[in-house]
Each structure stands twice: as C-alpha cells, then as structure tokens.
C-alpha cells in the first residue's frame, strides 16, 4: 500500500509534463514493482558530503532529468536572489564518463544559459578538480560536475561548486536545498536553454590547468636522473586517460605504460566490478601489466580523477597495494620533507586532514614544526579551511584516508591527476635516496610509530536501511562500549552533540566542527574508532585506528601481524567484518 506522499508524486510524474519515458515507467513499476517504486519516490535527493548523488531513473530519488532539473533551477534562483546589481553570472560545467552523464551536463548547461547566466562547459569529458580550478579561473560564481566518483555504475551524481572553487557547505547547502524544494512543479525549470550564452572549454584550457600542476614539481632533476622509471596507469574507464598521462609527461615521466581496454571511457566499467581504486579487484590487469614489465609503480584513478590509488614493490619484491592512510603519509612527508631542503618553507605552513585519516599526518607535520588542522569527513571541509587561512597562511597539502589528495591552492578540492605526478615524484625521490616507496613508509614508521588502519563498510540500502542505519547510531549514542579488544576505552567524541567527554574525570570539552552524524571512542592505547553513516552511499562506516612503536626494520612484519591481530580483534568485539 503506497503512503499519501508517495501515491501524490506518482500521480504527478506519470501525468502531462514529463516525458513519455518517465510517465511509461512510473505506471509499470505502479502495476508491477510498488516496492521498487517506493525506493524511488519515498524521500527527495539531499545534499551530502558529496553533493546529490544516486541511482539514475524515475522518480525524486533517484537521478534523471528532473531532478537534476530542478537541482539547477533551485541553484539558480539562489544566485540571483543573491545576485549584486549589474553583476555578471558565469558557471562552468564538465561531467565524467558515466552512463548519461553528458546528457545531464547539457541540461544543466542549458538551464544555466536559459537563466541568463555565461557558461563554460567541457567539450568532453573532464576531471572534477579541472572543474574547481575552472570555477576559479573563469571567476565562475559556481560549477557543476556531473558525477558519482567510484561509485557503481548504477549510479551518477551532482556536485556544486562555489566561487572559490570549494564544493558548497552548511548553511549554503541548505539554502540552496531549500530553492531546490522550492521547484514544485517542472514548469518552473527554464530546460530550453540559450546558446549565445554557452563557451566551449577545450584542449587550451587543459594546457593551462597541466602548467600549474607542474609549477608543483619539486625534483625535476632527479626525475630527470631516473628517466627510465616505469610507471603503470589505469584511468579504470575515466575521465583521467587525457590528463594524467599529459601531467606525467609534464613533470619529465616518459616511461608510463597503459591498460589500451581501461583507456576507453564506458559508464559500465567492464573490465571491473568496481571502479573504486580503493579496491585491489580495480587494480588487477594494472598490476597484472606492471609484473609483466617489472614497473616500479602501479597509479589507478576513479572515474571522475579526483582519487588515486597506488600499488608498489614490497621488501621481497611483490607488487602491494597502499591504502589512502599510507599514500597520504608518503606524499605529505615527501612535500615537507623536499621543501625543507630546498630551504623552501617559510615558517607559516600548513596542513590538513580529516578526523578519520592517520594521525602519522599529524606526527610528521608536527616533527617538522608544520601546523596541522583537523576537520570533518569530505574534502569540502578542507576547502573552507583553506579558504579561512587564505592570505594568513600557506597552505601544503591535505589528504583523507579515502585516496583523496591535493597540494597547493589552484584546485579546492582533491586531485588525482596532481596526486598521481606527484606520487609518482616521491617515488624517484624515494629511490635517489636509495628506497622504495615501500621502504619509505617503514622508514616513517621508524621516525614516527607504525600506524596501521582499516575501514569496514557495511552496506544497508533503501529505506529500511537507513533506518537500521539509524538505529545502529543511535544504539553506540546510548550504549557505548566500554573497552575495545581488551582496551579501556578513555575518550568519546561526538560531532553530532559538538562535545568530547574524558570517560575518566567525567569531563567535557566543546568541539569546534560542523555539527556532523559521527562518534569517535579512544582508548587508553591510542587506539582509535571512528562510525559514521557515509554521506554518499547506503553505508555505515567503521574506521579502526591501531599503533605501537617500531624499533627496528627487521621488526615490521612482527609488528604489522600483531596490529593486524589487534584489528581483527576489534572487528570480533564490534561483530563486523
């Protein structure tokens, strides 16, 4: 039995209006599906961490036409009711090689032009942080990317952008939703767009975007030194093909080999389950290739080229995949660690990263008298950061634990196509001082401690799964535990309430972040556990953070299996795998 609301908006979408395809499906999922067709209606799209995402197909939650339509009307009327007099609009728009993600970029374009606004939209596909630096730029007001990053295929997305090139934050975010809301019937979207306002961004401004991010280069002439470095590159049927390749060669990489059947672009991804390059699945014919050619190392991009994933040679010569935990800390330490030779840095420096990345961030900027700033899950976050310390300090690097990386400030948001150069510079870095990348990390863990992290991902869809969701939360809100794999537990966090409690003296401490759906607990080890509903997907998320010191390079398995123990210890406690 459809609710009220629910059987008003099927009413509404299979009547006069909507096209003959939506109205065609809405009755036969009506007749034939109501349990699908619940899934679809039952809530309207919101804005998370990454902006409006889900599955593509009829009805308000899910991806298609109109609600991409009236996200954009929605974003919009929000500029002009906040529009200066005489002021003139600019947007910029790219989309990614997801199924309709074109066709959605051109909707978008057109209603932007039809509102009187001057647009830029990609001649084809594009990364997004090319779309966060056009935004800047262009002096756009805002951008759109069409996109559902890794996510599966059934999948595309919205992300927007604001005049610095950030994706939108509380409580313009809300602001803007609420203009979206405000779109109630589809003949408010003005579809019927305005060509004398559309520009076509090509291969000139892609030059312009490559220049910068070699302008991030710090050791051309080991480059240089180490020309015949090999390198394995799979966009995993991405927007990265073009610009990762051309960033490589910009930095001096000439010996970079390709997977030919993951450089065609395809919303399917058919070489893949997944084109998370968090996966070790997505990665396979790329390290497959690199054993075949003894490459030094392996660089994967998601399909919208905002995250990386890496793999390297191990001790024993065996191609490892690195986690985003350890890729950051690499990448970081290297940036510090080059400029400080350079006698580059300038005394002001900072970096960024969020509450669920390894605190061997914070370690080494901390080691290197480099200021270091926390902040909540989603690069956007990082992005405000940036934006308060502009023009007060400089800012270095920021990394999250999910592949995401950036350094400098041209882009506001993370950067595969920058982080995959310049990891691939840390790796001829790390061999001119006669290391592997690999070697490299245990050589932190040495200065440092050894931190070793995990993530689980438990998946709950559709409505009753983010009710469970819900009642998962709330159930650590009102029952927390007590001890964790034989550890007290000592501090608990919650960014919901804004508040940090000390378990042992009962006090609290107010936290100056965004008001955000996490809990954090930490024991009286340093061990660390972080829950959270993800913002972009039908998941809860359980970070786990282990660590103990490490004395010797011949110690690093022995420690590395009695972390991995200590992870799999929690995980029984905790009853997730």
């Not at 690499?330 to 900072?350: F, H, M, P």
Request: neutral net charge; proline residues 3%.
């Amino acid at each position: 039995m459809l609710s009220k609301g629910i059987k008003k908006k099927t009413d509404i979408w299979s009547g006069e209006g909507f096209d003959e395809a939506t109205r065609k499906e809405v009755k036969f999922l009506l007749k034939n599906n109501p349990d699908k067709l619940i899934e679809c209606f039952y809530k309207n799209l919101e804005f998370g961490t990454g902006g409006l995402r889900g599955i593509t197909g009829v009805g308000t939650n899910r991806i298609n036409k109109y609600t991409i339509g009236a996200a954009t009307q929605g974003l919009c009327n929000y500029i002009l009711k906040n529009k200066k007099e005489n002021e003139e609009i600019k947007t910029a728009v790219a989309y990614d090689s997801r199924n309709d993600s074109k066709f959605f970029a051109e909707i978008t374009a057109n209603i932007f032009s039809a509102n009187g606004f001057k647009v830029f939209i990609f001649e084809d596909l594009r990364p997004t942080p090319e779309l966060s630096f056009a935004v800047r730029e262009l002096k756009c007001k805002a951008g759109v990317v069409i996109t559902a990053s890794h996510n599966p295929k059934e999948y595309n997305g919205y992300k927007v952008y604001w005049e610095d090139g950030a994706q939108i934050i509380s409580p313009q975010d809300k602001e803007i939703i609420k203009e979206v809301n405000a779109v109630t019937d589809i003949s408010q979207i003005k579809f019927e767009g305005k060509k004398e306002n559309i520009n076509i961004l090509g291969s000139d401004f892609d030059k312009k975007y490559i220049q910068r991010i070699k302008e991030l280069s710090l050791s051309p002439d080991i480059i240089k030194k180490h020309s015949g470095f090999k390198i394995v590159y799979t966009p995993i049927h991405g927007t990265g093909v073009k610009l990762v390749p051309q960033a490589l060669k910009a930095f001096g990489f000439n010996n970079v080999f390709n997977i030919p059947e993951q450089d065609i672009p395809d919303g399917n991804f058919p070489t893949v389950k997944s084109p998370n390059p968090e996966n070790a699945e997505a990665l396979y014919l790329a390290v497959k290739k690199a054993e075949e050619i003894n490459a030094d190392l392996v660089l994967a991009t998601d399909p919208d080229a905002d995250r990386a994933g890496i793999a390297v040679r191990d001790l024993n010569g065996n191609i490892v995949l690195l986690n985003g935990n350890q890729t950051a800390s690499l990448l970081i330490y290297y940036l510090i660690k080059a400029r400080k030779e350079k006698k580059l840095l300038k005394g002001n420096e900072y970096i960024v990263k969020t509450i669920v990345t390894s605190d061997l961030l914070t370690d080494t900027a901390s080691s290197f008298g480099i200021k270091h700033y926390e902040t909540l899950t989603g690069f956007k976050y990082i992005a405000q950061i940036i934006r308060e310390k502009e023009g007060k300090e400089i800012f270095l690097a920021g990394g999250e634990e999910s592949y995401g990386y950036l350094a400098g400030d041209f882009v506001r948001d993370k950067d595969a196509v920058m982080s995959a150069a310049l990891i691939a510079e840390t790796a001829v870095w790390a061999k001119e001082q006669g290391m592997s990348m690999y070697e490299m990390l245990i050589d932190i863990y040495l200065k440092y401690d050894f931190y070793k992290e995990a993530l689980i991902n438990i998946v709950k869809t559709g409505k009753s799964g983010a009710e469970e969701i819900k009642k998962m939360m709330t159930g650590f809100r009102e029952n927390p535990p007590e001890n964790i794999a034989g550890e007290k537990i000592t501090e608990i966090t919650d960014y919901l309430l804004g508040e940090c409690k000390n378990i042992i003296s009962g006090e609290s401490k107010p936290v100056n972040l965004p008001e955000s759906d996490v809990l954090q607990f930490v024991t009286d080890k340093g061990t660390k556990l972080t829950v959270r509903p993800s913002g972009t997907e039908p998941k809860i998320k359980f970070y786990i953070s282990v660590k103990t010191g490490l004395c010797c390079k011949e110690d690093f398995e022995k420690i590395n299996s009695t972390l991995e123990a200590k992870i799999k210890s929690i995980k029984k406690d905790l009853n997730i795998n």
